[in-house]
Every structure is written in C-alpha cells, then in structure tokens.
C-alpha cells in the first residue's frame, strides 16, 4: 500500500498541473494497463504459463513485469523506504537491469508456476491503486520529476502488449491443434492484385535524423543530427506474400548466392523453406497456408509477407535487384507521412494480421502492418550517452549485433510509433511481425 514516506521536499515548487491534467495522466494509465488486460483475457491459465522458447516469455510473466516496471521505478523511488509488495517479486520479475538486483534466468522464466496468476493480479492490483493515488495526490514537483519515468513505463507496456501477442503466436503454433487466439469474424475476402509497385526517389543531401522535437521518445531516437544520403529509390509498399511466393519458387532457398554466409548457414541448420509460420496444405496439393492469431487459413498474395527475418529480407533484396533501406533513408521518407496504419486498435476487433497496401503514387504502409528490416546495424547515433541510473540499462546495451526495423507492426499499440522509432532484432529472428521494403540507389 502507498504511503508517505519520502525524505525531504524541495524549497520551491512548480506550478500546481491542472486538474484536469492529473485526471488525464490517470485516465492514460488506466488505459495502458486495461489493454494488457484485455490482451490477456482470452488466454487460459495454462496459456499463460508457458513460455516456447528463449526469446519469449510467458504472460504471466510480462503481466508481472511490468507492474514491476511502475514499483520499482516510481512507487519506490518517490518513496525509499517503501517495501516491496512481495520480496521475491523483485528477483522473479526483473529482467535484465543489473542495477536493479540479481533476477530469474531468461530461459526459465515458464518455470515460475509460483506465484499462481491469482497472486500477480493481486499484484498487479495493488501497484494501480497505489500509482493511481500518487498521480492524484502528488505534488507538483513530484508529479514533474516521475513524469519522464511514466510515459517510458507506459510506453514500456506497449511494448509488452506487442510482445505478448508475438509470444502467444509463437507458443500456439507449436501446438498440433494451432488453435486461434482469437477466431476470425468471418473468412477474409480475396483481396485482388496488389497495388502496383512503384519506385519513389529522394534526391538524398543531407537530411537531419532522430528525435528532436518536444514529446516523448526513447533515448536511443537521439540526439538529433545531420546524415549524408546519396540519392535513392524506396519502394512505395512493402513486399506481399505474392512476390515472396516467386522468390521460394525460383529456388531462393536453395541458392547460396542470394545469402550472407551466416543467412546461408541458419537457413542449413533450420531447414527454412518459407517464412515462420507458412505450413504445408495438408490437401496434399503442395501448396502454402498461413497460420496466425486467428488460426489457419489460406495465404493471401497481396497483403505484405510477415515473420521473415534480417537474412531472408536480404537475400530476397539480392534476388530482386535491389536493396535494403538505410534506416536513414528509410526516416528521410517517413519523416514527411503522417503516422496512420494498420495498428493495434482492440484486440476484438483488429484484424491482428497485415492488410494488402492501397493503390498509390508515392509511399504508401510505412506505419503499421510489419515491422521493415533495414540495412543498419543497431548503433549509437553520434553523441549518443545512455541516460544516468538503472534506466540507462534499457537501450543502450543492446547496441551490438542487432538491426533495425522501422514502421510498426499491426500488433504494435495505436499511438506508440514515431517516424524516429527504432525497434532491433538479432538478424535471425523471425517471431515478430517483420517484413521487407525494398531500395535501390538512383
């Protein structure tokens, strides 16, 4: 339970937050949490408990995490002699800030069936009644210091509600029943042709690059700065699942010559012959259906081809002639789009599956539906510092061996994107919703 113990206050405050502005903080917070609930509630217990494999978690597990997220770095930091809700909590639910304490191995977090799920949301109860009390009574210089920490904590659990529903697809797609997390309302038309693909060229220069505007962003969206593009031409949408279909059937993964060596080498050792989640017709006809969150169904040519990794966006690149975008130029583009697409809206009643692309002239799916590979490695951007604290343990750790993706995804939240987002995965990851866009120099 909240209480009043905080050590000293400053001399002066700010102005006091409107009223209205306390109601609206609380309002979001009540939203944010509310979704990974609703997320959660068409899960069993046993859905929840298993996690498929290393890069995965349960849902149990992020469900607790990130009210561990709001505990740990506002209830006790605004209050220092807080206890924690329960002892342990803190170790089983941690996941990889080292100043924060020692915690549960990654690979072992299905193996947490204690506490049962009854208890973390009772867990997850308490820590909203306590936020939800400190975002009203706090004053102002409080409210203002553990504002920044709020929307990374709820922009936190955006993330986790996009991995959640990547981590279930994983997990139910390795049950012979494949069931659906949620069935689809109705089969889904055909879509038709795709919209034709055509080339929009930037005349490059220099251009500034990262997040620089007022607003929230991660710390890894900057600094601002200049980069030197030459001129380019970027796709204007993404690649469908028809396209992909004549890349598997000209031998594109039976062709070394189209891969980086570590590409050829995963697609050996996995046996790869389409993109995660694409099985067999079991009519015997040879041919391909798609499995997703709302189960089984046939592959549709036109929408974009999802779960594809950093090595299979390449060397379809390779086949095509082309190349992969630079995630300058790929923000270059975006920087002049508004940011709509196909996004988590409700999960009862978003499609959770990408949409074919609108016939367009120029840059059309740039937000929402898959996440796109770009060419470049997850680095610092110049003059990059990792914020000061446990919290600067969130970004810039990861800077190694990893790429970038741009755009979002359609399981990514409504209203969690910015043309300066950066999401990273390791190269041969698959598991989230990630596509291909296509460039080419002019």
Not at 152 to 173: K, P, R, V
Not at 391 to 400: P, V
Request: proline share 10%; charged share 25%; with cysteine.
């Amino acid at each position: 339970m909240l209480d009043d113990d905080r050590t000293g206050t400053p001399a002066a405050h700010p102005a006091e937050p409107a009223h209205a502005d306390r109601d609206s903080l609380r309002a979001r917070y009540a939203a944010v949490r509310k979704r990974t609930e609703d997320l959660a509630a068409r899960l069993s217990p046993e859905d929840m408990q298993v996690q498929p494999r290393t890069e995965c978690s349960p849902t149990k597990w992020h469900i607790a995490h990130v009210t561990w997220f709001f505990e740990t770095f506002i209830l006790r930091e605004v209050f220092p002699r807080r206890k924690p809700f329960h002892p342990d909590f803190p170790f089983l639910f941690n996941s990889y800030y080292w100043g924060a304490g020692p915690r549960q191995p990654r690979p072992e977090r299905g193996l947490l069936t204690r506490p049962p799920l009854d208890d973390v949301y009772a867990y997850r109860r308490a820590i909203d009644a306590d936020m939800d009390r400190l975002l009203a009574i706090a004053e102002p210089d409080t409210l203002a210091a553990m504002l920044p920490v709020l929307e990374i904590g709820l922009a936190h659990e955006e993330q986790h509600q996009e991995l959640i529903l990547m981590d279930i697809l994983d997990l139910f797609s390795r049950n012979p029943l494949r069931p659906a997390y949620r069935p689809a309302e109705a089969a889904p038309a055909a879509s038709g042709a795709a919209a034709a693909l055509r080339w929009h060229e930037h005349p490059g220069g220099i251009v500034g690059i990262g997040h620089g505007a007022p607003g929230f962003a991660f710390d890894n969206e900057g600094p601002r700065h200049d980069a030197l593009l030459r001129p380019f031409r970027i796709a204007s949408r993404c690649v469908t699942n028809g396209e992909w279909l004549a890349f598997m059937q000209d031998g594109g993964y039976e062709r070394p010559d189209l891969w980086l060596m570590d590409g050829w080498g995963t697609v050996q050792a996995e046996g790869w012959q389409a993109p995660e989640y694409w099985v067999r017709d079991g009519d015997g006809g040879g041919g391909w259906l798609q499995y997703g969150l709302t189960g089984t169904g046939p592959i549709d040519p036109a929408a974009p081809v999802v779960h594809i990794s950093f090595y299979e966006a390449d060397a379809y690149a390779r086949w095509a002639g082309a190349r992969l975008p630079t995630e300058e130029e790929w923000e270059a583009v975006a920087a002049g789009l508004p940011v709509e697409g196909h996004f988590l809206v409700h999960p009862a009643r978003d499609a959770l599956t990408p949409r074919p692309a609108p016939a367009a002239v120029g840059p059309v799916q740039m937000f929402g539906d898959v996440w796109e590979w770009t060419g470049s490695p997850y680095r610092p951007y110049p003059g990059y510092r990792p914020p000061a604290g446990t919290l600067g343990e969130y970004n810039g750790k990861f800077m190694s061996s990893q790429m970038v993706l741009r755009g979002g995804c359609c399981a990514t939240p409504a209203g969690h994107l910015r043309p300066t987002y950066r999401n990273f995965f390791y190269p041969h990851e698959r598991w989230a919703f990630s596509g291909v866009r296509l460039a080419e120099d002019c």
